[in-house]
Each structure stands twice: as structure tokens, then as C-alpha cells.
């Protein structure tokens, strides 16, 4: 039985959280018409009774699979909330090839920025299955979803494209940094094991077992561990190469991602992903004053550049605006060039053809 909430009823918890955030996105952009199917639009939310005899049972796994013990387990009176929303486009899995994946993306992170600065909203989950694409007569146009759901930093699907300070601190607010930090993963993730589900089935079939599993470590591993190897990575263009490039087939994915780290962790004000410990600066100061017993050490702000960061938050993200927007712009002007030269080749008469 479906009950519908209606009002300012919010003991529906999350569904209800969900309904709030869509609403108000709706409300900043219901007069720009740029961002029109950018975000999905809310339908309804409700209540889910599911009834057994004369009670209902909670709509959950446990239910579905509780004939396996023997019949349906004994639950007291409870409820399952549930969110409606318009489908505003397909995931990336189904899409054709790396083109129209950067394309989605550009519009997908314009109407996350947007989000912000209309409403404050910060997504806060990026993930490959929030990045929507729509096939329309005019091209492939982008969408983002699930905004409001925080997702779950202990399952494996989820560790790969966190930021590294989520995973270090679940209950740390998520910015957009970090938010543009889980993109840069997606980005990653669909370059080296494919954009749709038979490419990457195709990939997955091909690479020798030892570098499944070394790339696939930050899936599989533990949260701590994962932030760990990604700090590591991240801290220098050199080592971002050696590792998660490298490993990469050369294409518009794998461009994007470059662009993106560059942008994100190597801005002038707050390069690097290391963090230093206090034991690492005593460290340096002693082999400081070994080298000029007259030098002053002096101490850095900030022990963590991921929290300098937040500082340049304004200015990196209007340059990672900037740079997927000239990636889909690329691709667009390539598009239109080779279909320019395909009507061109389809116009040609014939050699000995009459009029």
C-alpha cells in the first residue's frame, strides 16, 4: 500500500530529506532554462506497508528473503519510505563510447555547481551511477542525480570514487572539492575498465590477474587503507602518472582525468595530497638546522594541503568548470567536423555519373 506525505511532515526521514532537496532545487531553477532536465524532478514520496494477513511487514531484503528461514520473520508494525522522481536520463553504463560520457559529464558537474550556488546544496555522493546521459535529436545532453544520499563509505562499490577525506572521516561535510575529487576517480574508473558494461567486460577479460587486482585495490580494500594509497597517488604529477595514468588507454577519459588532477591537486596555493605529521616536521626542522644551524624553520599553516584546499575552493572550481567545458566543446567541434565531411563525401557525384 502506497501512503503519500503531504506537508512538512518529516517522519519519513530520508525520503523526506530527498523530497526537501529536490524541491528546492526545482525552486532556483524553475526559470533557467539552461539547466532544464539537468536534475531529476520530484514526483511523490510516501510510505511503503507491505501487509501479510492481517499486518503489514517492512518492505526491506530481509523480508524478501526471509522464506529461506521458514516463513516471514516476525516484525512489529513498520514502514519503508520511498522517494518518486522523472527519469532524467540513463546511467553512463549504457552509453556508446567515451565522447558522450564527457559530454554528460560537463553537464552534469555545470548543474552541480549550480546547486550550490543557487541553493547551497552540495551533492556530496559522485558516483558513476549519478552521472546521467540523454540522447535527444539535437546530441547528448547530461544530468546528475541523487542528491541528498549519502551513500554508505563501508561497501566496496562506493570506496572507489570517494574523496579522501571521506573515507578517512565518514562524518566530515563533504564539499564540492570533494565532490569533484569523487569525479576524478569516476573519470579514472571508466577510462581503464571501459564506459559501458561489454567494453569493461571486454577489459576485465584481457588484463593479467596480478593488475586487476593492483587497480582494483581501491575497491576492495579497506577504507583507511584506500585513502592511504590515494593520498600516495595524488600528492605528485609524478606518481599520479606512474600509477592510475599509466594504466590507462590513451582517449578523451583518460585527457579529462589529467586535466582534472592537475586542476584539483596541484593548484599553485595548495599542491600535493601528502599530509605531514608532527614527528615529519621535527624532522625536517632538525635536518634544517644541521644543514644552517643559523635558519629559522619556519612551521606551515596548514598540515594537510586537503585543507588548504578550501581556501582556493572558488578558484579551482571555476577552472574545473572551465576544463570540462573545453573538453566537451572539443568533442562537439569534432563532431561537427566529421559530420560536415561525411554529408561532403555523400555529395560528391560519382566519377562518369550524368546529370
Known sequence: MWTP??????SSGEAYDEKST????RAAFERDFKFKGTFPQFVSTGLVYIYKG???????????????????????NRQHARTVVNQAGKMISAADDQNQVVIAIADAMAA????????????GNISDRVILFHETAG?????????????????????????????????????????WESLMYVVIFLAAYGVNDEERDELFSQLPKDEYSSFTYWVAGHVKSIASSKRMYMDRISAFYSYPLSRIPGGPLRDLAKDIFKALLHH???AGAYAQTEA?????????????????????????PLDLRDEFEDVIVANLLRIVAKHKQAILVAQGVAAVAKHTRSMKRPRGSKL
Not at 506525505?5 to 518529516?10: A, E, F, V
Not at 552541480?112 to 551533492?123: E, L, P, R
Open 22 to 25: 529536490l524541491d528546492t532545487l
Open 139 to 179: 546530441g547528448v545532453t547530461g544530468a546528475v542525480a541523487e542528491f541528498g544520499d549519502p551513500g554508505d563509505s563501508e561497501v566496496p562499490a562506493w570506496t572507489m570514487f570517494r574523496s579522501i577525506r571521506s573515507l578517512e572521516n565518514a562524518e566530515a561535510p563533504r564539499t564540492r572539492l570533494d565532490d
Open 280 to 304: 615529519g616536521l621535527e624532522r625536517e626542522r632538525q635536518r634544517l638546522l644541521r644543514t644552517n644551524p643559523n635558519a629559522v624553520f619556519v612551521r606551515p599553516r596548514y598540515l594537510d
Open 268 to 270: 599553485p596555493g595548495c
Open 112 to 123: 552541480h555547481n549550480a546547486a550550490y550556488v543557487n541553493s547551497n546544496i552540495v551533492h
Open 5 to 10: 506525505l503531504n506537508g512538512t511532515d518529516s
Open 54 to 76: 492481517d499486518r503489514f511487514v517492512e518492505d526491506t531484503a530481509a523480508t524478501a528473503f526471509s522464506k529461506l528461514s521458514g516463513g516471514f520473520m516476525q516484525f512489529e
